[in-house]
């Protein structure tokens, strides 16, 4: 299954490092999602990119800050992580359903394990 | 708030049939998705109710009682491949997914 892609697939960064996570869904979606999963816990809904506009999440530390150039792209810039924010992140795509009625069934990347020293 | 339970760990044997549930209080009901999780891999899609009933597909099954808030999904023959977590997702009266933390289920020879 290679409808979305996630790169780099691992990453160890130290606390000052800039570096950014990269996903590429080639489904046709026009909405986008990070999500971050840590062991026994729910997914943690990051951001959302719809018809090309962000849904903001207040909850998400600025440390993060996404970008999405095109409906088939989308990035994670990271800055001065701590070592909590050590997770698995995943990005998915859907199709926006026609009337304002929310998302189609979403469809996820294989994920960037995230490790900060 | 909003919660979706389901157990953290299951243990099956092969060949047996397992069930894995999951409750959900959610603010307003638009549909409950299945997701089939292996270790260090992507969630992949099985099933999606939004209707009560059973749904089948092949050794699969989904099952929803909106009016208990309850859903289950059923693995029959088990198979040693289907070790991997089991997510639950409700989709809520803004069609914003509500996700379980999930369930590991191990199988054994």
């Known amino acids: 299954e290679t409808g979305v892609t996630q790169t780099p697939r691992h990453l160890v960064m130290g606390m000052t490092n800039k570096k950014s996570l990269k996903c590429e869904q080639h489904?046709?979606?026009?909405?986008m999602y990070w999500y971050k999963q840590s062991a026994k816990k729910p997914l943690e809904l990051m951001f959302v990119?719809?018809?090309?506009?962000?849904?903001e999440n207040n909850s998400v530390p600025s440390r993060f800050s996404p970008e999405c150039p095109n409906s088939s792209h989308l990035f994670l810039h990271l800055h001065t992580l701590q070592p909590e924010d050590s997770a698995l992140y995943l990005c998915?795509?859907?199709?926006?359903?026609?009337?304002?009625?929310?998302?189609?069934?979403?469809?996820f990347g294989p994920g960037t394990r995230l490790t900060v020293l | 708030g909003q919660n979706i339970d389901q157990p953290t760990e299951m243990t099956a044997t092969e060949g047996a049939i397992v069930q894995i549930n999951c409750t959900y209080q959610t603010s307003g009901f638009n549909g409950l998705f299945w997701y089939q999780q292996h270790a260090g891999e992507a969630p992949t899609f099985l099933s999606y109710?939004?209707l009560d009933g059973l749904e089948e597909k092949g050794r699969f099954s989904s099952f929803l009682s909106r009016s208990k808030g309850y859903s289950y999904l059923l693995l029959k023959e088990l198979q040693m491949k289907d070790s991997a977590s089991y997510l639950c997702?409700?989709?809520?009266?803004?069609?914003?997914?509500?996700w379980g933390a999930g369930t590991k289920l191990i199988i054994k020879p």
């Open positions: 990119y719809s018809l090309e506009e962000r849904v």
């Open positions: 109710n939004v």
């Open positions: 997702a409700v989709r809520d009266s803004n069609y914003q997914l509500i």
């Open positions: 489904l046709g979606h026009n909405a």
């Open positions: 998915a795509s859907s199709q926006v359903i026609p009337g304002g009625q929310g998302t189609d069934t979403q469809y």
